[in-house]
C-alpha cells in the first residue's frame, strides 16, 4: 500500500509499504477514505516531538471501512464506515472506565519511554512517535486500529466524510478545550489560536454556552474563518499595542473568564518572550515555546480557567505561575478523550448543530502529501486544514 | 515450598547467587477483581504468555511450577530442579480502595547457579533486561485487563530511502 513515511526533521514522503494486518483479536483493518494532516502533524514534521524514527508512518486523523477484524471483535461488521479517534484506548482499565481515554493504561507498548519522561505513560496515538507506542498511522491506504472494539464507530451513510472526519480529533479537542473551562452562560472565553482546534473551541465554547468568545492571531485568513464561520471576536495581535490590556479593556477591566491555549509549543507570538524563546529553542536550551501560554495566565480573570488543548512536549521556561497562583486559576490540560465526547458531538453533526467541513480549505491525492505538508506548513494559499484523499 | 530451587533462593548461605542475578519489583492497580485475578494467576500458560522475556532465558511455560500459594493474596511461581536458570516470580494480592480494583505487587528474580551458563551473567546484568522484567509485569496487568498484549510487531514502517 502507499502510506506517508516521516523520514526526518522537514522531511516526508509517501512509500509503498506492506499491507497492514491483524496482529493481536481486538484489532481491525480499516481501508481509509479519508485522513487530514493535523497541527500537531507539524510538531512531528519539524522535529520537535522525540522518538520518532525514519520510516513512521504518519497520521491520526482518519476513517473509512472496516476490512478485517480479529476474533474478538464481535460489534462491528466487515463493510462499517466508521471513523477512529486518534487516542488508542483498550475500554478496561481504570482510566478507560472513567471516560479518561487518552490516560488509558494498557494501549501504549512503549509505555517505559513515556514513563521515563513524564513519571507515567498516557494511550497509544496513532503516528505519533515512540513515546506513544510507535502505531503505524492513518495517512495510508489502509491502517490497523487496536482495539477496533472501542476504537471505531460506525457513522452514518447519510454524513459524508468531510462532515464527520474531524470527529477523530480536532472537534473533541475544540470541544474538550471548551469543556474544561466550565463555561457559564454570560461567560467571555478568549482563544489563542485560530488553527482547526482554536475554530471548534470558539464554536464548542458557544454550544456550551458562552456569550463572547475572542479569538487571537495574526493571520487574517484564519481569523476572517474564525469571524464568518465560527462567530469569534476577532484580535489580531500583529495589530494590536497589547493582547492583555486589550483582552481587559473588552471585558470591562476583568479579563476574560477562561483562556483556551490552542497553539501550544510552537508559539510564533512577537513579544520579547517569544524571540527569548526562539533563541534559545534554537540553540537547543529549551523544548517548547510557550509564549500563548504565558499570555493566557496574565490575561485570565481572578479565579478563571486556563484551559490547554494545544500540545506541550517537554519543561517549560518562565512560565508565570506566581500570577497563576496569585489569581487562583484552575488549569486543565492534556490528550482528548476521544472515545468519550464522540457521539455526542457526532449527534451535534447529524442535528446540523455544526458543519466541521467548513474549515476544509484543501484537498490532495494521498501521493501528494508531502507537498501538502509544505503547503500547511508554510500557511500558502490561506491554508487551514488539508484532506487526503487515499 | 516443594523441594524446587525456590529452597535454594531462600537458603541465606547461596544469598551471593541471588545478588549476581537480575530482578524486578513493580506494583500495579488492575481494575479486575482480586479473586478472578489470583485464579487467572495459577494458570501456567498465562503466566508465561505475560513473561516474554522468558524467551531470552530459554524458559517455557513448562519449565514453571507453582511452589507457593496463599488464596486469595499470595502466589509464587519459580522454575523446576532441573532448569539451570532459577527463576522466582511471586505475586501479591489486596483489593484495592476502588470497587473491583486489585492492588497487585509483582516481583520477578532470575539468578543462575554456579558452575551452570555463568558467562552469561553479564547478559542478564544491566538495565536493558531489567526493562524487559518489567515490560513483562506490564503485560501481565494488559493481559489481564484487556485479554491482550499491546504490540507494534509487524506493523509496516517505511525505509526512506533505507535498503536495509
Not at chain 1, 487571537?216 to 464561520?229: H, Y
Request: proline share 5%; net charge negative; charged share 25%.
Amino acid at each position: 500500500m502507499k502510506a506517508l513515511c516521516w523520514c526526518g526533521k522537514n522531511s516526508v514522503q509517501v512509500e509503498t509499504v506492506p499491507d497492514p494486518h491483524i496482529i493481536n483479536p481486538r484489532d481491525i483493518i480499516v481501508k481509509v477514505t479519508s485522513t487530514a494532516i493535523c497541527g500537531s502533524d507539524l510538531h512531528l514534521y519539524h522535529g520537535m516531538i522525540p522518538a520518532m524514527e525514519k520510516g513512521d508512518i504518519l497520521g491520526h486523523e482518519f476513517m473509512g471501512v472496516v476490512v478485517d477484524k480479529g476474533a474478538r471483535v464481535s460489534n462491528l461488521n466487515i463493510g462499517d464506515r466508521v471513523v477512529i479517534p486518534f487516542t488508542i484506548a483498550c475500554g478496561a482499565c481504570e482510566y478507560c472506565a472513567d471516560g479518561k481515554f487518552s490516560a488509558c493504561d494498557n494501549s501504549n507498548p512503549d509505555a517505559d519511554k513515556a514513563e521515563a519522561l513524564y513519571g507515567h505513560s498516557g494511550a497509544g496515538i496513532f503516528g505519533y512517535s515512540h513515546l506513544f507506542g510507535g502505531y503505524a498511522g492513518g495517512q495510508a491506504e489502509f491502517v490497523r486500529v487496536p482495539f477496533g472494539d472501542v476504537g471505531a464507530f460506525r457513522v452514518p451513510d447519510s454524513l459524508s466524510d468531510d462532515k464527520v472526519l474531524f470527529l477523530t480529533d480536532i472537534f473533541p479537542t475544540g470541544y474538550m478545550a471548551a469543556e474544561n473551562c466550565g463555561i457559564k452562560p454570560g461567560d467571555t472565553v478568549a482563544v489563542w489560536g485560530a488553527g482547526p482546534v482554536g475554530q471548534f473551541a470558539i464554536q464548542s465554547a458557544y454550544l456550551l454556552g458562552a456569550e463572547n468568545v475572542i479569538v487571537i492571531d495574526d493571520n487574517e485568513d484564519r481569523l476572517r474563518i474564525a469571524s464568518e464561520v465560527s462567530r469569534g471576536q476577532i484580535l489580531n495581535f500583529a495589530k494590536s499595542d497589547g493582547v492583555i490590556d486589550e483582552l481587559r479593556e473588552r471585558t470591562g477591566g476583568q479579563g476574560p473568564d477562561s483562556c483556551i491555549d490552542a497553539v501550544g509549543m510552537e508559539a510564533h507570538g512577537t513579544t520579547l518572550d517569544a524571540l527569548y524563546d526562539k533563541v534559545k529553542l534554537a540553540v537547543g536550551a529549551a523544548t517548547d515555546r510557550p509564549s500563548a501560554f504565558r499570555q493566557a495566565i496574565q490575561a485570565c480573570k481572578k479565579g478563571g480557567t486556563v484551559s490547554i488543548p494545544g500540545v506541550y512536549g517537554g519543561v517549560l521556561d518562565k512560565v508565570p505561575f506566581g500570577a497563576a497562583f496569585g489569581k487562583g486559576l484552575t488549569m486543565k490540560m492534556g490528550q482528548t478523550h476521544v472515545q468519550k465526547y464522540l457521539p455526542k458531538l457526532l449527534e451535534h453533526i447529524s442535528n446540523g448543530d455544526i458543519d466541521p467541513s467548513a474549515i476544509i480549505t484543501h484537498r490532495f491525492p494521498l501521493e501528494k502529501a508531502a507537498e501538502a505538508y509544505e503547503l500547511f506548513d508554510n500557511k500558502e494559499q490561506s491554508c487551514l486544514k488539508v484532506v487526503l484523499q487515499p | 515450598m516443594k523441594g524446587t530451587q525456590a529452597e535454594k533462593y531462600l537458603d541465606p548461605a547461596l544469598s551471593v547467587l541471588v545478588e549476581e542475578g537480575v530482578s524486578a519489583v513493580r506494583t500495579f492497580t488492575i481494575n479486575k477483581p482480586h479473586e478472578l485475578l489470583f485464579q487467572s494467576a495459577r494458570d501456567a500458560h498465562l503466566f508465561a504468555t505475560a513473561m516474554r522475556h522468558l524467551d531470552a532465558v530459554q524458559l517455557v511455560e513448562s519449565d514453571f511450577e507453582l511452589v507457593e500459594e496463599v488464596s486469595p493474596t499470595k502466589l509464587v511461581w519459580a522454575s523446576k530442579k532441573e532448569t539451570e536458570i532459577f527463576a522466582y516470580g511471586t505475586l501479591e494480592f489486596k483489593p484495592a480502595p476502588r470497587k473491583d480494583a486489585t492492588i497487585v505487587r509483582m516481583s520477578m528474580k532470575y539468578a543462575l547457579d554456579r558452575g551452570k551458563l555463568a558467562q552469561k551473567i553479564d547478559e542478564l546484568k544491566g538495565d536493558e533486561f531489567e526493562d524487559k522484567l518489567m515490560t513483562d509485569l506490564r503485560n501481565f496487568k494488559a493481559l489481564m485487563e484487556t485479554g491482550e498484549i499491546p504490540t507494534t510487531e509487524g506493523q509496516p514502517m517505511g525505509h526512506c530511502g533505507r535498503t536495509h
